[in-house]
């Protein structure tokens, strides 16, 4: 079935350094991929999404990467601040056309003081 | 933010047990799912509604029935909680059927003693 495969599941980084999560998908007619951050007790929130026909999309510090034929994607963070420690989410649309997104495990990512 | 609540936010219960969530939305969004997260399996999609009374299986709907007579308002419920139904339960709205953002409630805790 439908697969999304995220790594790492944890990632410890120096403030200021960049942490980059990334994920393939099994699912050919997936076109939808955003990125979710999630808080401490909170509900993942989105914070950048990207479709099949852009190749990478940048929002100030985040940015996102699509390789379609390798069916892979990447969120990277730079200049990493201590309120970007929370856990992250990858997904991807699934083709049966309903909006259900398909997550990855998520990644836990650190960011040190 | 979204105007989302699940209810309730906490609950124990026994094995066998019947349970219900119940989460309610103002956006008058279409597009209702109910996601559980567990370690290491980032969030999985229950079940999905599409409007009122249409609803469909996603990929752990053993256990789960869910129901939606209004707009507003999408119920699950598990039947007879078991052990493996231990988890924290999110619904999310979409306005939109492809390729839309999911906005999340602040989650329900369910634990099956």
């Known amino acids: 079935g439908e697969n999304v495969e995220q790594h790492p599941s944890t990632l410890s980084v120096q403030e200021g350094d960049s942490a980059v999560i990334k994920c393939t998908y099994s699912?050919?007619?997936?076109?939808?991929f955003p990125w979710y951050k999630q808080e401490l007790g909170k509900g993942p929130q989105l914070i950048i999404d990207?479709?099949?026909?852009?190749g990478e999309k940048k929002d100030q510090r985040i940015a996102v990467t699509l390789n379609k034929t390798a069916k892979h994607f990447s969120l990277h963070i730079t200049e990493t601040q201590p309120e970007d420690s929370a856990v992250y989410f990858c997904?991807?649309?699934?083709?049966?056309?309903?909006?259900?997104?398909?997550f990855g495990q998520g990644t836990t990512l650190q960011v040190k003081p | 933010d979204a105007g989302i609540t699940q209810s309730p936010r906490h609950k124990v219960t026994e094995t066998g047990t019947p349970v219900t969530l119940r989460c309610h939305q103002t956006?008058?969004?279409?597009?209702m799912y109910w996601y559980r997260q567990d370690p290491g399996h980032g969030l999985r999609l229950i079940h999905y509604?599409?409007?009122?009374?249409?609803?469909d299986k996603g990929e752990v709907s053993d256990g789960y029935s869910v129901s939606r007579s209004k707009t507003e308002d999408f119920l699950l419920t598990l039947e007879s909680a078991t052990s493996s139904q231990t988890s924290v339960y999110f619904c999310a709205i979409s306005k939109t059927q492809e390729g839309g953002e999911l906005f999340f409630g602040e989650g329900s805790r369910l634990t099956v003693l």
């Open positions: 509604s599409y409007g009122v009374k249409d609803t």
């Open positions: 997904a991807a649309s699934t083709s049966s056309n309903t909006g259900k997104l398909i």
């Open positions: 956006e008058n969004h279409r597009y």
């Open positions: 990207i479709r099949s026909n852009v």
């Open positions: 699912d050919s007619a997936s076109n939808y």
